[in-house]
């Protein structure tokens, strides 16, 4: 057997006995739902912070809609996503994913119900005939979670409202409100809380007239095939971050957390039933 021949033989030993290499990239992406802009800026120290606890170089890879995450996930061309809880979801129905970790506040997340002030509307009952808009289509808690609460109020969108709209993201969904496209909206509260405080909404303009009943949201999901050492890693490296560390309270700040706390599949059921009842996932 010649030099060739023998490399040639011990590569398809190797591969064929399943033996995975070394990875030395660890590639993360997010749902889009806010600016794109926005999520490179408040995913970055994070990224920095991920690079020192893993050894590995993190690449966070856009994406332009949710259903792409969900399909980079599931596809291995992704190792680790932030989902909402309905793209979690919709992602374990399509392949083996391993939620990891989500915000505290994620464990009783809720959704805002906004509208435009000048459309004379105070409470969701008022928006009859109206338009309104949720975020992505994929959204938890731009469209899922208000949708099955609207139902549970007796409002069935499609034929309550005048229209029904998408604007692809939570702030977009502010933007649509407040120049009057549609009288009312959608979006997930923390989103709604962040652009008030950043003066970056007009309370002339748009109001609150409502806000859902709490759920669990936003998780950090790996792929299910990821190296178990490293999800591991990438697990403590979340559940170590501490508020009292200055650079770390950074990092916190801008993912509007205050810690991370495990998570677990069974903490999504609720979200699994409002999408089948919703008729949303089949």
Do not use: C
Not at 82 to 109: C, S
Not at 133 to 150: D, E, I, N, Q
Not at 184 to 199: I, P, R, T, Y
């Amino acid at each position: 057997m010649n030099k060739l021949t023998a490399t040639l033989a011990s590569a398809a030993l190797l591969l064929s006995a399943g033996t995975t290499f070394a990875q030395d990239v660890l590639r993360v992406s997010a749902i889009p739902d806010e600016a794109p802009t926005e999520l490179a800026r408040k995913f970055a120290p994070l990224g920095a912070y991920l690079e020192k606890e893993t050894g590995l170089k993190v690449q966070f890879v856009p994406v332009t809609d949710y259903a792409g995450v969900v399909t980079a996930l599931t596809s291995d061309k992704l190792d680790m996503a932030w989902l909402g809880g309905f793209t979690y979801v919709q992602a374990k129905e399509r392949g083996k994913v391993i939620p990891l970790v989500q915000r505290e506040e994620d464990t009783k997340f809720t959704s805002k119900f906004i509208a435009n002030t000048a459309s004379g509307v105070n409470s969701l009952k008022d928006l009859k005939g109206k338009s309104f808009a949720f975020g992505s289509a994929s959204s938890t808690s731009g469209h899922l979670m208000p949708r099955f609460f609207l139902q549970k109020e007796g409002i069935k969108p499609e034929t309550f409202f005048k229209n029904v709209a998408y604007s692809g993201a939570h702030d977009a969904t502010v933007a649509w409100v407040a120049s009057g496209k549609v009288d009312g909206g959608a979006l997930n509260s923390s989103v709604w809380d962040k652009l008030v405080e950043g003066h970056k909404v007009d309370l002339t303009k748009v109001k609150v007239i409502g806000t859902t009943p709490p759920f669990y949201d936003y998780n950090w999901t790996v792929r299910g095939n990821l190296d178990p050492a490293l999800v591991k890693k990438i697990t403590a490296a979340f559940l170590k971050l501490d508020a009292k560390n200055p650079e770390q309270k950074n990092i916190l700040e801008l993912q509007r957390a205050t810690r991370f706390v495990p998570t677990k599949p069974d903490n999504y059921r609720g979200i699994e039933s409002a999408a089948r009842e919703a008729g949303l996932l089949k």
